[in-house]
């Protein structure tokens, strides 16, 4: 088992900066793999990164790239997503998940999430 305690987000405007942290316990961390999600009011939930146990291997989605940047520390067992130039459509909760491996965080079949975390960009 491993539980994820998610902390940041809030409200910000257009082209500012969040971090996301999500710091996990339970079973090892540094076993898994990670990876940020996100769902809007009214959307289906959709990947938005993920970072391989080690920290060597990243996927962002397309619209994410360039601005938001996924990292991890496994000594203090935790995940952080920073979000630069946020624009109005990043808001959504975001959840952090765990899984085995990067291939399989990406699909989000997994058991392990945060409790989510509401990001609101305003314009």
């Known amino acids: 088992q491993v539980q994820l305690v998610q902390s940041g987000g809030g409200l910000v405007q257009a082209g500012g900066s969040l971090r996301l942290s999500c710091a996990a316990s339970g079973r090892t961390f540094s076993g898994y793999a990670m990876g940020w999600f996100r769902q809007a009011p009214e959307k289906e939930r959709e990947f938005v990164a993920a970072i391989s146990w080690r920290g060597r291997s990243v996927s962002y989605a397309d619209s994410v790239k360039g601005r938001f940047t996924i990292s991890r520390d496994n000594a203090k067992s935790t995940v952080y997503l920073q979000m630069n130039s946020l624009k109005p459509e990043d808001t959504a909760v975001y959840y952090c998940?765990?899984?085995?491996?990067?291939?399989?965080?990406?699909?989000?079949?997994?058991?392990?999430w945060g409790q989510g975390t509401q990001v609101t960009v305003s314009s």
């Open positions: 998940h765990a899984d085995g491996a990067l291939g399989t965080v990406v699909q989000a079949v997994g058991d392990y």
